[in-house]
């Protein structure tokens, strides 16, 4: 190996390539569950999100003066649920916002002060609005970072107003931090109104008191199954719903959904792992070639080896070790490059990339079944040569 330091380098160059895939493939995949773990943890996963369904059977209900959609004392009832934390109303919609000559369009959440609680919202400066200006349907606003430096970059936009289709709000609370929520949105890009102000002002529903959609969380420790079913009966008990007639509304978990994103991403990680192990193994072919090269070009070296009294395993062993040695030595430099990519990428602070141990012990455990895999048939065959037929080989 060291006679031939650049065969050895370029059959080692394959390993380093299938090690750095494999351990860096790995990380990015452990990063990924990792990453949706915690977006899931931020969101949720005792939260339920009920809206009206669309189905033919609710327009025959709204014909005979039946509930059609979701309303305000929906919410109230879900709300007195014992398998129930809390339920929360919503109203949304898109509008127009403006401070002096600055205007954006952005989507505004109508909301009640549960939802606070509900949602796990902080304040970061300010105070959310009270029940009391619930009901009396108050023209206050909850708003996020990036609405707070885009209307009011470096001055305190408390108890300043922010125009709403040309209504204006008074900002009370600034929200605290940012990240994608259930919705699509981004937190620090919320707007956020007492619910009655928003339908008293904003938003126009063709029967009052309906809302879009109600969020509800399980009690801690309880079965959400259980407070899925007390849903279920009381919407359609107040909603006079036949046995026969299907809901007219739709429960949404997000624990299903966060079972179904943790499949996916572990789904995701062993397809990254298999493609890192699929360059390993071309990788592993190279040195099973090299191998063979070597053992035609090192014919005289192994007759006069047996001539001298080395036994045939003696020679499996000397070029099978060869084989491991460089796949670990290459599995070496392979984790140190994939070690640098994951710093590189975390550096970009974008997503976070560790090298786990794990990845570490399965890229070494992988090169040397590789080195023994492909160096074992080149071993073999170096030792059935006859050492007569080595002598004589030129």
């Not at 004392?73 to 879900?78: I, N, R, T, V």
């Not at 008990?237 to 997000?254: G, M, S, V």
Request: hydrophobic share 50%; net charge neutral.
């Amino acid at each position: 190996m060291m006679a031939n330091r650049l065969r050895t380098l370029l059959t080692m160059l394959g390993i380093i390539i299938g090690i750095t895939s494999v351990v860096l493939l790995l990380a990015v995949g452990d990063s990924m569950k990792r990453f949706i773990a915690k977006e899931l943890e931020q969101l949720g996963t005792n939260m339920l999100f009920i809206s009206p369904g669309g189905d033919r059977a609710q327009q025959q209900r709204m014909r005979t003066g039946a509930a059609p959609a979701l309303t305000m004392a929906d919410a109230a009832a879900l709300n007195e649920l014992p398998s129930l934390a809390g339920a929360a109303p919503v109203l949304q919609g898109g509008f127009n916002l403006a401070v002096g000559n600055e205007s954006a369009s952005k989507t505004v959440h109508g909301v009640s002060t549960a939802m606070f609680k509900i949602r796990g919202w902080k304040i970061d400066q300010g105070n959310v609005f009270s029940d009391a200006d619930v009901r009396a349907a108050a023209r206050m606003v909850v708003i996020g970072h990036k609405i707070a430096d885009q209307f009011f970059y470096k001055t305190d936009p408390l108890g300043k107003y922010i125009r709403i289709e040309n209504v204006s709000f008074q900002v009370v609370g600034v929200l605290y931090g940012e990240g994608k929520q259930v919705d699509g949105g981004d937190l620090a890009d919320y707007v956020l109104v007492p619910i009655t102000a928003a339908a008293a002002n904003l938003v126009r529903l063709p029967f009052p008191g309906n809302v879009h959609y109600v969020v509800a969380q399980g009690k801690s420790g309880g079965n959400l199954q259980d407070a899925i079913q007390d849903i279920n009966e009381t919407l359609r008990d107040r909603h006079h719903i036949k046995y026969e007639q299907p809901d007219d509304f739709r429960i949404d978990n997000l624990a299903s959904f966060a079972e179904t994103a943790q499949k996916i991403s572990t789904g995701l990680a062993a397809l990254l792992g298999l493609i890192g192990a699929i360059s390993l193994i071309v990788g592993g072919i190279g040195i099973m070639n090299i191998m063979l090269v070597s053992v035609t070009e090192r014919t005289r070296e192994i007759g006069i080896r047996m001539a001298i009294g080395a036994k045939p395993r003696d020679v499996l062993w000397q070029f099978l070790t060869e084989a491991v040695v460089i796949c670990l030595v290459g599995g070496l430099f392979g984790i140190v490059l994939a070690s640098g990519a994951a710093a590189a990428i975390t550096a970009t602070g974008k997503f976070d990339v560790f090298i786990t141990l794990q990845a570490v012990l399965v890229a070494c455990g992988f090169s040397s079944l590789v080195g023994v895999f492909f160096g074992f048939y080149p071993a073999r065959r170096a030792s059935k040569l006859l050492p007569v037929d080595c002598l004589r080989y030129e």
